[in-house]
Nanobody, 119 residues
Framework: QLQASGGGLVQAGGSLRLSCAAS????????MGWFRQAPGKEREFVAT????????RYSDSVKGRFTISRDYAKNTEYLQMNNLKPEDTAVYYC??????????????WGQGTQVTVSS
C-alpha cells in the first residue's frame, strides 16, 4: 500500500529525493514518516509529518539537511535529502500512522529503497 522509490548511489554532498506513493486516498488522513536502517544497525527514525501537514519533526542527525513534505493531490510524501553524508547510507522506509498517534505509532510500511552515499 506504500511504495517507496528514489534511492540510488550519490557522492557525498549530493542530493536525492525519495518518494512514497500511497495506494489509496485513505492515507491523506494518516501521519507519514521516514525511517532508515543501515547494515548491522537497528532501524531509526528520520523524519515525520502530521496528517494535515501542520508539523514536522526530524532526527538530530538529519535536521537542516533533510526536508519531509507531502502532496495530497498526488497522495505522495517526499524526503528531500541534501548534503548527503556516507553515514546516511541505509535502506529508507516510508511509514504511515493514524492521525491521533503522531509521532509515535506507524501501522503501515513501504518496502524500502536503498540510499548509498560514497565518500
Amino acid at each position: 500500500q506504500l511504495q517507496a522509490s528514489g534511492g540510488g548511489l550519490v557522492q557525498a554532498g549530493g542530493s536525492l529525493r525519495l518518494s512514497c506513493a500511497a495506494s489509496t486516498r485513505a492515507f491523506t488522513n494518516y501521519n507519514m514518516g521516514w525511517f532508515r536502517q543501515a547494515p548491522g544497525k537497528e532501524r531509526e527514525f528520520v523524519a515525520t509529518i502530521t496528517w494535515i501537514g501542520s508539523a514536522t519533526r526530524y532526527s538530530d542527525s538529519v535536521k537542516g539537511r533533510f526536508t519531509i513534505s507531502r502532496d495530497y493531490a498526488k497522495n505522495t510524501e517526499y524526503l528531500q535529502m541534501n548534503n548527503l553524508k556516507p553515514e546516511d547510507t541505509a535502506v529508507y522506509y516510508c511509514a504511515a500512522g493514524p492521525m491521533g498517534s503522531w509521532p509515535q505509532r506507524y501501522d503501515y510500511w513501504g518496502q524500502g529503497t536503498q540510499v548509498t552515499v560514497s565518500s
